[in-house]
């Protein structure tokens, strides 16, 4: 049973949510007035949990951990009436909007919400007492209340941040009854505000409970009218959106949360006629939809879930800060990100070239040995034959206590008119994302995820890189076995390759992908680099790997993006752009691996091999070593200092307060001579307030005084185009 939205004065009946936990309404707590967390979340851990809570007047439902708060009106419907953000007491809502909206067979309806606000421009709080809710829409019945779950299984098979999953916290879910002119259909809206972080998800759950299939042409999410984050009588070239980071993990086809995030939308609110933009233009109503569809036919008893929301909310403009903010957001949401493992992509399938690479990558401290593009494997091939040589390939990388993987393209290629997408606009192939492309959907579709997933299971294979993964192309061809037409092929697309992620996820698969799929189970995707670039002098590919890294860095965790060592010939170039023969060209060799492992990131040493002389086998295991070593700080984020011009000294800093090395400090000289500079290190992300003992690379520490800015001076003399590491810890 559901419990009824509450009387001013009355009481409610115990509810029993799913686990057979008890919520009442009455034995909610009642939110405390001034509830927020005291000092910095991005530096120190909140004490304070996420909370769900009743209002003292018994009127609204309160989600609340110290950082934002969200507020729901319970009658005469339910709406979102207040979105603090709670550090700096600022107010995120001007108006109530519906909490979502459906199209179902072809009608709209509203979920939620409340009618009659006088102004949008803002929202008083006795304007509630006369607002009142739209009959035509879904109507408020009961709530459950309780804690986080996992979205996916995580099995955790090699080294990780020691991080928990589900990231705790609390959920609320909200139930909707359909209004008489809409069909049978059940709605439940979820949240979770998640403990320590400004950061809440949200999602539906959708159930036909006629007797009639009902066909589900369009949902949105999330509908939020947000205060607008600047006022133009006239459009600017560009509007700033209210300071929200919004991601969700319907999210395909690009390398950055920026450019590819297709579900949000800041649209301008036509009802808010009382804003300054003359033509009513401002971006300040947030909706969170699909592009396209779902359009899916729900049989009668089916339930369906919608993608996944999550709202960041943010304190500051600062780029760093905010940066900050969303590399802690993944950190969280998808543990997995933060597995690093140092690889060698092997160019070559022979017996004699796996052996031998397996072994040097085991001997200097490799981790895992992946079988890059070109090298000539073919997961595709299930044939036994196939099967058994990669299968023994991995059972001696195994025995070596290294993992094996390797790499298969997907969406970037043209297998048939059969089995490629159909152009909407032509009624024929081309056309795509990558011009020409499979659908998913296909029979040819359908049979590849089968023919990789036994593939991987039979082998033993622990990674996979997959290139061209789906990339959101839409299909028109109503003869795919895999979706029904035009409307629902992104969306059972998407479907496909997200269980099919989520499937090596729960088997501790590791998956490099080029694409924002990490809240689907991704690892990692590209830094963002030019692939030719590394066809480019030596001397010139160590000025854009940091630039790479140092641009890469700011929404991306290191471990989160991969780099590109060329030890053979890439793209082009020739002897000038590759490192083979290693011990001819060591210098260039060492850059590479402190640019990368300095930033704390993972390169593809894209080669037949690791080391080609004893003298070479030393290098990398020093770096090795070193990373290592200071691996915890290494992988930890990055503050921006200097990118890299070649013309000054460049650097950035880790921070981590958790760690007994709160900082490391990294400066490299691409001059040509030895040349000492005076640096400032910002300090503050790094939890230390008074003093700080650093060390420059092996010597002995010295303790500094932080000045006001949490910064201290030093002097830094580094060798020509070398690199100088400083170690930060408490002062004493």
């Known amino acids: 049973m559901s419990i009824p939205a509450p009387k001013k004065q009355g009481k409610t009946e115990a509810f029993r949510t799913k686990g057979s936990v008890k919520t009442a309404w009455d034995s909610l707590p009642i939110c405390p007035e001034n509830l927020r967390v005291e000092g910095d979340w991005l530096v120190q851990?909140?004490?304070?949990?996420?909370?769900?809570?009743?209002?003292?007047?018994?009127?609204?439902?309160?989600?609340?951990?110290?950082?934002?708060?969200?507020?729901?009106?319970?009658?005469?419907?339910?709406?979102?009436?207040?979105?603090?953000?709670?550090?700096?007491?600022?107010?995120?809502?001007?108006?109530?909007?519906?909490?979502?909206?459906?199209?179902?067979?072809?009608?709209?309806?509203?979920?939620?919400?409340?009618?009659?606000?006088?102004?949008?421009?803002?929202?008083?709080?006795?304007?509630?007492?006369?607002?009142?809710?739209?009959?035509?829409?879904?109507?408020?019945?009961?709530?459950?209340?309780?804690?986080?779950?996992?979205?996916?299984?995580?099995?955790?098979?090699?080294?990780?941040?020691d991080r928990p999953y589900p990231p705790p916290g609390v959920s609320l879910t909200l139930r909707f009854a359909p209004p008489p002119s809409a069909p049978s259909l059940s709605v439940e809206a979820h949240y979770e505000l998640y403990d320590g972080m400004p950061l809440m998800g949200k999602w539906l759950t959708l159930r036909n409970d006629s007797a009639q299939t009902i066909h589900l042409n369009r949902f949105v999410v999330e509908i939020l009218g947000m205060t607008e984050a600047e006022s133009q009588v006239e459009a600017p070239d560009e509007?700033?959106?209210?300071?929200?980071?919004?991601?969700?993990?319907?999210?395909?086809?690009?390398?950055?949360?920026?450019?590819?995030?297709?579900?949000?939308?800041?649209?301008?609110?036509?009802?808010?006629?009382?804003?300054?933009?003359?033509?009513?233009?401002?971006?300040?109503?947030l909706e969170v939809r699909p592009p396209l569809g779902p359009g899916l036919d729900l049989t009668p008893g089916e339930?369906?879930?919608?993608?996944?929301?999550?709202?960041?909310?943010?304190?500051?403009?600062?780029?760093?800060?905010?940066?900050?903010?969303?590399?802690?957001?993944?950190?969280?949401?998808?543990?997995?990100?933060?597995?690093?493992?140092?690889?060698?992509?092997?160019?070559?399938?022979?017996?004699?070239?796996?052996?031998?690479?397996?072994?040097?990558?085991?001997?200097?401290?490799?981790?895992?040995?992946?079988?890059?593009?070109?090298?000539?494997?073919?997961?595709?091939?299930?044939?036994?034959?196939?099967?058994?040589?990669?299968?023994?390939?991995?059972?001696?990388?195994?025995?070596?206590?290294?993992?094996?993987?390797?790499?298969?393209?997907?969406?970037?290629?043209?297998?048939?008119?059969?089995h490629d997408v159909i152009n909407p606009a032509t009624g024929?192939?081309?056309?795509?994302?990558?011009?020409?492309?499979?659908?998913?959907?296909?029979?040819?579709?359908?049979?590849?995820?089968?023919?990789?997933?036994?593939?991987?299971?039979?082998?033993?294979?622990?990674?996979l890189e997959h290139d061209g993964s789906y990339p959101g192309d839409v299909c028109a061809s109503t003869a795919h076995p895999g979706h029904r037409d035009l409307q629902d092929s992104q969306w059972r697309q998407f479907a496909l390759i997200a269980d099919f992620y989520r499937w090596c996820r729960g088997r501790g698969i590791y998956l490099n992908v080029p694409d924002w799929y990490f809240l689907m189970g991704a690892n990692k995707t590209a830094m963002g680099y030019r692939e030719t670039n590394w066809s480019l002098p030596r001397a010139q590919q160590h000025i854009h790997a940091r630039q790479n890294l140092y641009d890469g860095t700011w929404k991306k965790t290191p471990a989160m993006g991969w780099m590109f060592v060329p030890l053979v010939q890439y793209h082009g170039g020739g002897a000038e752009a590759t490192i083979e023969p290693l011990k001819d060209h060591l210098p260039d060799y060492e850059l590479h691996l402190m640019n990368n492992l300095g930033y704390g990131a993972q390169a593809c040493y894209r080669g037949p091999r690791l080391y080609d002389s004893e003298e070479t086998r030393a290098l990398v295991m020093k770096w090795v070593q070193w990373f290592k070593k200071h691996r915890a700080i290494l992988e930890s984020d990055v503050i921006h200092l200097r990118r890299a011009d070649a013309q000054n000294l460049d650097g950035m800093l880790h921070v981590n307060p958790e760690l007994e090395e709160k900082g490391m400090a990294l400066f490299y000289n691409p001059l040509f001579e030895t040349k000492t500079w005076k640096v400032s290190l910002p300090l503050y992300y790094t939890g230390?307030?008074?003093?700080?003992?650093?060390?420059?690379?092996?010597?002995?520490?010295?303790?500094y005084a932080l000045d006001r800015q949490f910064r201290v001076s030093l002097k830094l003399t580094i060798p020509a185009q070398s690199m100088v590491w400083l170690v930060i810890k408490a002062g004493k």
């Open 239 to 285: 509007w700033l959106i209210p300071p929200v980071t919004i991601a969700t993990d319907y999210s395909f086809g690009g390398e950055a949360i920026s450019d590819r995030n297709r579900t949000v939308y800041w649209e301008p609110d036509p009802d808010y006629v009382t804003q300054v933009n003359y033509r009513l233009q401002t971006p300040c109503l």
């Open 688 to 703: 230390l307030t008074q003093r700080a003992q650093i060390a420059i690379a092996d010597g002995k520490p010295k303790t």
């Open 428 to 463: 024929k192939t081309g056309g795509a994302i990558f011009d020409q492309s499979p659908c998913l959907g296909s029979r040819w579709g359908l049979g590849y995820f089968e023919a990789i997933k036994t593939f991987l299971s039979a082998t033993g294979f622990d990674l």
């Open 45 to 161: 851990k909140p004490a304070l949990k996420a909370g769900v809570y009743r209002s003292s007047d018994n009127r609204s439902l309160i989600l609340n951990n110290g950082l934002i708060r969200r507020v729901f009106r319970v009658s005469p419907n339910l709406a979102t009436v207040a979105y603090d953000e709670l550090t700096t007491g600022s107010s995120l809502l001007r108006a109530v909007k519906p909490e979502a909206r459906l199209e179902l067979d072809g009608q709209v309806f509203q979920v939620g919400g409340l009618t009659g606000q006088p102004n949008l421009a803002f929202l008083r709080s006795d304007w509630l007492e006369s607002m009142q809710s739209d009959p035509a829409a879904f109507q408020y019945t009961g709530f459950e209340a309780g804690k986080t779950k996992a979205r996916l299984t995580w099995k955790r098979a090699r080294h990780s941040e």
């Open 303 to 418: 339930t369906m879930q919608t993608f996944r929301v999550y709202e960041l909310i943010h304190d500051h403009t600062d780029r760093e800060r905010r940066g900050l903010a969303i590399r802690k957001m993944y950190r969280a949401l998808s543990p997995w990100c933060t597995e690093n493992p140092l690889m060698l992509h092997l160019t070559a399938t022979d017996l004699e070239t796996v052996h031998r690479a397996i072994d040097q990558a085991a001997e200097v401290g490799f981790e895992m040995v992946i079988f890059s593009f070109g090298s000539g494997l073919n997961m595709e091939d299930t044939s036994p034959e196939n099967i058994a040589k990669y299968k023994a390939y991995a059972d001696y990388a195994h025995r070596k206590g290294l993992e094996l993987g390797g790499y298969s393209l997907l969406a970037s290629r043209r297998i048939s008119d059969e």
